[in-house]
């Protein structure tokens, strides 16, 4: 269960993911060198569900099963975001898995996995936000932009998703969108993310109020945390 909110703004993007792994049956969770596998239901705080390519100017978040998304160190290496995205295609269709019609024939529940990936494009002198969705029977892919329009936008994906509107509320999230656009800084962003992701994780079962963010901006366009959750 996860929960990611991105700003995206004509100057800069802004995206946080929550720290908190669920598993309700068997799995192997793995961060970095820590390799954990378990048998039952569990949950860990401090995982990193934000990656930042080796060159810093793209940065992309997860949402679903862990073992679903293998393409991990393979975007990491990626040297533009034409490359990035074909990796996620490439990865979704290999996912694709007709054998497993069953689980629709027999109104299964399916697990969407999502990815988020954000960037700036200095040929087009805009920030993209693209942002996939896939199970075995089904992806799309869907593109975000800000170039001239000076309001922002918020791009949020994972479980939690669900929740958000509900949660911090339309009139909240106008509110903020409107004072990012008359020129709120990073730490009343940063405040406002803080509080949504305390309401959300309140309401989304599996869903932590810990979160990671980082940013990138058009005067400095590779990525960067500018706040790291509790460690586990």
């Not at 533009?80 to 990865?91: C, G, L």
């Not at 309401?199 to 940013?215: H, I």
């Not at 990138?216 to 790291?228: A, D, G, I, P």
């Amino acid at each position: 269960m996860t929960f990611v909110l991105n700003l995206l703004h004509k100057d800069f993007s802004l995206i946080a993911a929550d720290k908190q792994g669920n598993s309700s049956g068997p799995t192997t969770f793995k961060q970095g060198g820590l390799t954990i596998n378990t048998t039952g239901k569990l949950t860990i705080e401090g995982m990193h569900k934000i990656v930042i390519s080796s060159d810093k100017k793209m940065a992309m978040a997860y949402a679903g099963t862990v073992s679903d998304h293998g393409y991990l160190e393979l975007f990491k290496k990626s040297e533009s975001p034409i490359q990035a995205m074909k990796i996620f295609r490439n990865h979704m269709e290999s996912y694709y898995d007709f054998d497993a019609r069953d689980l629709l024939l027999e109104g299964k529940p399916q697990m969407e996995n999502q990815i988020l990936l954000s960037f700036f494009d200095s040929e087009k002198s805009s920030y993209f936000t693209n942002m996939n969705f896939y199970t075995k029977l089904s992806n799309s892919t869907h593109i975000n932009a800000r170039r001239a329009n000076p309001s922002p936008m918020l791009c949020h994906t994972g479980s939690g998703s669900n929740s958000f509107e509900s949660a911090t509320g339309i009139e909240s999230i106008d509110s903020f969108i409107a004072e990012v656009a008359a020129g709120a800084d990073l730490a009343f962003q940063l405040k406002w993310f803080e509080e949504a992701f305390k309401k959300v994780s309140a309401v989304a079962q599996g869903c932590g109020s810990n979160f990671d963010a980082v940013l990138s901006t058009r005067e400095s366009q590779e990525f960067v945390y500018v706040r790291k959750g509790r460690k586990a």
